[in-house]
């Protein structure tokens, strides 16, 4: 009787999953059958199975142009590139190059002047003595000054984009900074704006020593701007420091636009860009259209767009150097806007979800010694000790 019941619901479980599977494929076939098929994958008209009977190109060109020609035939199907531009439009658009033109020394003069010095140094007594015995120094001054000449540049340039510098103040444009910056807050080499360095507050305090190399005669114009600071826009800037004309490298003889004020990142809103951006004018420029009040405390009249003055003054500057910074908050913003900006500093404060613990075993296995600690009703939580 037991064997006669197990061999029956073995053929009714049989039985159900046959009728499962025969319903399957009729649904399937069904719905295939009212889509229409697509159409053929790309090589589906190859036979894998005699590869020796395809027909060879023969040369580089040959197969480039019937390359170029499956390229511009219409397909059914979308590529990576197509669902990336439909989801963002400008992926992949070419940016246009803002900057100074770059001066390109001749290949073959370089490797003449490199192939003397090696004689040179190869001739050099005491440099080869020196170099035995490990006590030759390298300038580092020299060195700063190479790497500022030669590929200080393009290393910025990918500085800035790795931090966004020109997402933000120059869409779809970028410039390569030719002339170096030396930024420096206080005499201490730790006050120094390099190139995303962290600062604090209270080090940005006041205005900072800005040198470069400048021609004589010629001017320039200097911008201070944070693109993450404003507590109302988020597509708008604040303006902390202008200075235009700028005869040669005097920053202090230039004309002031804005008055210099200290950053004031907000509390809980953590790290915010600080960027410098140096123009180089082609003349004197009539800067009364951009000229603030002296004292400016007013965040309104300070809120700024660095592509709006760019493109109103782009016949008449160019940019030509970067720096920038990066900040958090600190006391001294407190001061910053009771004193300077006399308002009431916000705070934003981070919700933080409760510790997440999986729900309790009434048997725990390889817990630790305190595991019925973590689901206890107090407040004080003495898990985690250990």
């Known amino acids: 009787m037991a064997l006669r019941s197990i061999s029956s619901g073995v053929l009714r479980n049989w039985f159900e999953l046959r009728v499962n599977n025969a319903m399957g494929f009729v649904t399937t076939a069904f719905l295939c059958r009212q889509r229409p098929p697509l159409g053929p994958m ?37 590529t990576y590139r197509a669902y990336l531009e439909k989801e963002d439009p400008e992926h992949g658009a070419t940016r246009v190059n803002i900057g100074l033109p770059g001066h390109r020394p001749s290949r073959s003069i370089q490797l003449k002047e490199r192939r003397q010095r090696v004689k040179e140094n190869k001739k050099d007594v005491q440099l080869e003595r020196a170099c035995r015995l490990r006590t030759f120094k390298i300038s580092l001054d020299e060195v700063q000054q190479m790497w ?44 120094q704006v390099h190139y995303g360095n962290q600062l ?27 693109p993450d600071e404003h507590l109302l826009n988020n597509e ?86 970067l720096a920038f910074f990066q900040c958090q908050w600190d006391e001294a913003v407190t001061g910053t806007f009771h004193d300077t900006l006399n308002m009431r500093e916000p705070v934003f404060e981070f919700i933080r979800p409760p510790v997440y613990h999986p729900p309790q075993v009434k048997y725990p296995h390889g817990q630790p010694l305190r595991y019925l600690d973590r689901y206890r009703n107090g407040k004080e939580q003495s898990h985690g000790i250990y």
């Not at 120059?170 to 410039?175: D, G, H």
């Not at 080090?203 to 004589?216: M, R, Y």
Request: one cysteine or more; glycine letters at 8%; hydrophobic letters at 35%.
């Open 42 to 78: 790309p090589n589906d008209e190859i036979d894998v199975q005699n590869i020796d009977t395809i027909e060879k190109y023969r040369s580089f060109n040959r197969y480039f142009r019937r390359a170029e020609e499956a390229k511009n035939k219409p397909v059914w199907w979308k």
């Open 148 to 191: 500022e000449t030669n590929s200080g540049p393009f290393h910025i340039r990918r500085l800035a984009d790795h931090y966004g510098v020109f997402r933000d103040l120059f869409p779809m444009a970028y410039f390569l900074p030719r002339i170096p910056l030396r930024i420096g807050y206080g005499q201490q080499t730790s006050g």
């Open 200 to 226: 604090t507050p209270t080090q940005t305090a006041s205005a900072p020593v800005v040198s470069f190399n400048a021609d004589e005669g010629s001017l320039w114009t200097l911008l201070l701007t944070s």
């Open 236 to 321: 708008a800037e604040y303006l902390h420091w202008l200075v235009g004309n700028i005869p040669g490298g005097a920053v202090e003889a230039g004309e002031e636009l804005c008055d210099y004020l200290p950053p004031f990142p907000a509390r809980g809103t953590g790290f915010h860009r600080y960027i410098y951006v140096l123009f180089q004018q082609e003349g004197p420029i009539d800067f009364q259209e951009d000229l603030k009040p002296s004292p400016c405390h007013s965040l309104a009249e300070r809120t700024f767009k660095t592509v709006d003055f760019y493109r109103k003054h782009q016949d008449c500057m160019t940019p030509a150097g």
